[in-house]
């Protein structure tokens, strides 16, 4: 099948959009407003962008609490959404009135940080301390807005669990990070495997595929 988005008429129960850009990592972001507020939210617009420097960025459909308290504090946290807290990342969207901490809905701990005024997720194995650097509404083909407000952080602390290290790397399968498909499907790495980047221009010597708990 095929179909063009402008008329969105793909015959299907469903829109097919988002389970086709999938998995994708979820940013479960954790904010504080200059005035103290605390919200806790996961976001599926979510993903690193650059590794030097360290850049990450979350986009929120319209200016909700998190986008707008990390613009408000310059400062967000980016905590790790695991199958352990699978219930409780999804308690955390729960369309609570602004000033209301989604940590007390979702029965998780305010751990501080150490770098920025926002608070971690004191269960989750990871997060990442992030001052803002930018934000932008992103724009469609013909110029107009769209609802998206994309806020972009660099992070400036990174916390990990030792329980989901192993031979000094984060071991996935001990993590077992949470990740969001289309529709209400969401999903868990849980079997790994690795690949070496080949080194030659025909691409002839990429390795065959490994378990990871094979690697050394």
């Keep these: 099948m095929f179909y063009t988005t402008d008329t969105n008429r793909h015959g299907l129960p469903h829109d097919p959009f988002k389970a086709i850009v999938a998995p994708r990592p979820i ?27 360290k850049l990450v960025m979350f986009s929120s459909s319209g200016m909700k609490d998190s986008a707008s308290f990390a613009l408000d504090s310059g400062e967000f946290v980016v905590n790790l959404a695991t199958e352990a807290l699978a219930e409780a990342v999804n308690r955390s969207s729960a369309p609570a009135p602004r000033g209301t901490s989604e940590f007390a809905i979702a029965g ?3 751990a501080p940080a150490r770098l920025v005024a926002a608070p971690r997720v004191l269960e989750s194995p990871a997060a990442l301390e992030c001052k803002v650097t930018g934000h932008f509404t992103p724009t469609g083909l013909d110029g107009r807005p769209s609802d998206a407000v994309m806020v972009i952080g660099e992070v400036v602390g990174i916390h990990i669990a030792e329980e989901i290290l192993r031979d000094g790397m984060i071991d996935m399968a001990l993590a077992r990070p949470l990740s969001r498909l289309g529709y209400l499907d ?24 490994r378990p990871s708990e094979e690697r050394s």
Excluded: C, H
């Excluded at 479960?28 to 617009?45: C, D, E, K, M, Q």
């Excluded at 790994?192 to 010597?205: I, L, N, S, T, W």
């Design 27 to 53: 940013g479960w972001i954790s904010t504080r407003s200059r005035a103290g507020a605390v919200n806790l939210a996961p976001y599926s617009f979510f993903n690193a962008i650059a590794d030097s420097p």
């Design 108 to 110: 998780l701990t305010e």
């Design 186 to 209: 969401y999903a868990v790495t849980a079997e790994v495997f690795q690949m070496r980047r080949p080194k030659r221009a025909d691409g002839a010597d990429a390795p065959q595929l």
